[in-house]
Structures are given as C-alpha cells and as structure tokens.
C-alpha cells in the first residue's frame, strides 16, 4: 500500500471502494486514546493492515468531525512504523 498518496473520498460509495480495495482483511487496531471535544472525536492507537508479506503495523490517528448526529469529515494519518 503506498501511504505517500492523498487520497479523498465522497460519499459511502467511494468509501465502500476504499475499503474492498484496502482491507483485503479486516485491520487490527489497538486504541490508545479517545479524545472528544465539541463536535469532534479523535482516535489515537495502532493499526495493522495484512499486506502482501504478513501484517504491517502503523501508528494512526482519525479525527471525525460531527455534524447533527452523523460525521461530516473525517481526517485519518498514518505512519509505518
């Protein structure tokens, strides 16, 4: 996976897209922090995606804006570790 790219997505189609693309498995996350302020919620932990030689693990943080009760935006990084 080239994490290099910027990639965005609009919409459950493009995000339903992303996913089958990327996640040929389910990933593994380990949840470090959650941290919830206002309309906003950011989660900060470790995420392990199976790629072509085995399981990879990043560092990943999402920040998820919230707007009338469903998420606007979301703004994830990630970083190999």
Known sequence: MDLRRRQSAFGKNDIRGYMADTYKKPPKFDVEYLIEKGDYMTAVGT??????????????????????GLMAELKAFVIRK
């Not at 995420?47 to 009338?68: K, Q």
Request: hydrophobic share 40%; charged share 25%; aromatic share 22%.
């Open 47 to 68: 995420i392990s995606l199976l790629e072509e030689n085995g399981w990879v693990a990043y560092d990943y943080c999402d920040v998820w804006r919230f707007e009338n």
